[in-house]
């Protein structure tokens, strides 16, 4: 079927980054239809990309461990489960940082907006470490713990989306001062995993049109996304993810976003060769006009579902049988 979990941050894991039990649980109930695809909650790469208090990683044993009980919990359904790597460079918390013995760090030493912390630029050292970090990643977490995949947290914000949008890059070397030299990063960072785990096994995920965390507001914006998803096309990668304005619209009303513009333009350049997953707040009907209407000549379109698959575990046989779904609860 065409119905995806989203990623979505849950913070359950302990201070070490391990997941909890209870995260065998939740992915276990949502493994309720054989043959769905599971993503899961962003994953920390390597301790100084964990800048929110526990979320969990992917660098050691003890991580995999954990993951490797719920990859096979998930398995045993008959069901699918790929992990979200990502680093959260200026997006981090910096009481957490500080704990650590971390630096805040992104693109350039821009913050997020006025009166926040400046983060460090990243030096060219520091970079090749951070795709080095992805690229061990994805080892562990394919080959030690099981997952049969990887996507590439490239949106909301976080690292890969600090270096791919000039509202945060504002670097003149050659990671920045161009559309190509602003895609360096993140095409790196893919080209590095493909080489650990193949591109059967990437998937990478972008957000052209969001707002949040001070991105979406370059001026070059399509012409900047078109060169980065031609590249992944070029890379012949699992699938491509993304993420419409919408969501954020329902979050935070009076935000400046995109309104007339939607991902139709990077939906068309990716083709039907690969699957292409779309999120964005959808209910059961708005993804049957999605696939059906919209893009009824490409069958390659899946949709991904957040908070409604939260509060309905079973969400693909609900979807199948039109049962109505249950509401989902913001506060938690």
Known sequence: HKIVLSPMTRIRADDDGVPLPCVQTYYAQRASVRGTLLITEAVAICPRAKGIPNIPGIWNHDQMVAWKEVVDQVHARG??????????????????????????ESSSDVPIAAGDAVPRPLSDQDIQAYIREYAQAARNAVHGAGFDGVEIHGAHGYQVD????????????????????????????????IDAVSKDRVGVKLSPW???????TMDDLVPQ????????????????????????????????????VHNATFVRM???????????????DSAKRLVDETYSDQNNVLVAFGRHYISNPDLPFRLKMGIALQKYNRDT
């Not at 790597?85 to 805040?104: H, I, K, V």
């Not at 990716?270 to 059961?284: C, F, M, Q, S, T």
Request: glycine share 10%; hydrophobic share 35%.
């Open 79 to 104: 069901c699918f489960i790929w992990v979200q790597l990502w680093a959260t460079g200026r997006a981090s918390e910096m009481e957490t940082l500080r704990r650590n013995g971390f630096e805040l």
């Open 162 to 193: 600090q270096f791919l949008q000039s509202s945060c890059n504002r670097r003149t070397d050659g990671w920045g001062g161009s559309i190509p030299a602003r895609s360096r990063f993140g095409l790196d960072v893919v080209r590095s995993v």
């Open 210 to 216: 969001s707002t949040f965390q001070g991105m979406g």
């Open 225 to 260: 996304f078109q060169h980065f998803i031609s590249r992944l096309r070029e890379m012949d990668v699992a699938y491509l993810h993304l993420t419409n304005s919408r969501w954020l619209q329902e979050e935070q009303p009076g935000i400046k976003i995109h309104p007339d």
């Open 270 to 284: 990716w083709g039907r060769e690969k699957p292409i997953v779309l999120a964005g707040g959808y209910d059961a």
